[in-house]
């Protein structure tokens, strides 16, 4: 049996020579929003996207929600792969960042499946079960502010159908959550998180090790 392989850039290369499959509209907005301040950081990998939509197809999902919209490139890639009736809402505390990535919305003919929110995430999401109902989310993707993710983890699966998804990035947080002497808030809150799914009976969960680390929650029927 192998052994986890390590990433070197080289082999990374490979990988997308062989399985990445973008194109210039959203290589146009992951290069753009690499530029900015933090951004390249912020957002998710191309072949993370990639594999977001093919969890979307998987799963069948209609109704999407996403906690840290960013830039919108994982919006972006999320909205292209659900069917055209299918709704992805997405949420950030402002809106000055998805105002940049919108346009791609627009020109990638998916604006009408998206439904942009602002404001904090604890109350976008305590509205969206008041309003919407619990069970109301096929697949859920967290990937906002760290401190927030225990809580956003629990609203998430409360928001999304037994049977459904919840997937949670940066649970690896850049290798910090193995170092016992971070101790920063941020680390600290993504621990709490790891610690809890791997206890948590009400899902089946993976933690993929690719990217900076994205764990998969099933909720169980
Ligand atoms: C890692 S980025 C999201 C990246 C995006 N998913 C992508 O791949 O392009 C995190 C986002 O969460 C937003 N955020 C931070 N704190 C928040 C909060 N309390 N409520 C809602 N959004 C928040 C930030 O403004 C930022 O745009």
Known sequence: MADQTALSPALLDYARSVALRDDDLLRELHEMTAQLPGGRAMQIMPEEAQFLALLIRLVGARRVLEIGTFTGYSTLCMARALPADGRIVTCD???????VG??????????DRIDLRIGDAAETLAELREREGDGAFDLVFVDADKTGYPHYYEQALALVRPGGLVAIDNTLFFGWVADP????????????LNDLLRDDERVDIALLTVADGITLARRRE
């Open 102 to 111: 919108a346009p791609f919305w627009q020109r990638a003919g998916v604006a």
């Open 181 to 192: 002497a971070v101790d920063d808030p941020d680390t600290v809150a993504v621990r709490k």
């Open 93 to 99: 505390i402002s809106d000055k960042w998805p105002d």
